[in-house]
């Protein structure tokens, strides 16, 4: 099997049971370290909940990247241009950040849009940075989608776990998500790197939130500033920004009359 990413041939590093019922081998690239699944032909059964029953910390997730990426944003790519949150769900993330003050808007054909309807993404309006958090994982084809995304913007704020040097057994790491069947594609460092070079991006990270970027970004200063979200300097943003929460409120009250 060749690997998704680099084309390299890949190896079969282990056998897992996904949804309990289809056991599935998966494939390790000893180039760019990126590890697939087999063709993964159950999604239609792991897709009847879009968001899996098992993401339960979705809430507080989507409340602490809403703090750091408020930072990201106002550092590197200004307060009054627009933004997308790319499969963003049911719409709380774009909320979060429209209330601190950013033009936010939302996409995903698979999920139902509850906290930013009004606000859904139009090809006619330039974006300045995507982000797609808890995506990368889903991609049958990764690049395929991550060519998508730069079609739109070549700055993505990402998240995904990082897949450990040494492959954790499968009841040793949550991330391979076994019960849902929806993770299917996990990035090492490495291949992180990799699809960064081959787009002609930097990449940038501090573990957790990843960046790829034409911009040229100081790696310390970028992890320095999302620890300094722990202690509260995302409020800062919140003082400098003008939320939209009312005039939103005020934008929907007249479509509802129209």
Known sequence: MKCKICES??????TAKILNKYSIGYYNCNKCRFL??????????????????SDTGIVQRNIVLAKRV???LFMYFGKDA???????????????MR???????????????LFAKGFEYKQDIPIKAITAFETFEHFVNPLIEIEKILEISSNIIFTTELLPN???NTNEWWYYGLDHGQHISFYN???LKYIANKYNLNFITDGKIHLFTKQKINHSLYSFLLITARFGSYKI???????KTFSDMQKMKLLSIV
């Open 9 to 14: 041939v890949t190896s079969k590093v282990f």
């Open 237 to 243: 943003i919140s003082k400098l920004m003008n939320s």
């Open 189 to 191: 460092i490495i291949t």
């Open 166 to 168: 040494f492959l954790p």
């Open 99 to 113: 209330d601190i003050g950013y033009n936010y808007l939302w996409m995903d054909p698979f999920t139902t849009n």
């Open 36 to 53: 697939q699944t087999e063709e993964p032909y159950w999604l239609d059964e792991a897709y009847k909940f879009p968001i899996n029953l």
């Open 70 to 72: 408020s930072l990201i």
């Open 82 to 96: 627009s933004f997308l949150d790319y499969a963003g769900g049911y719409g709380l993330f774009s909320r979060l």
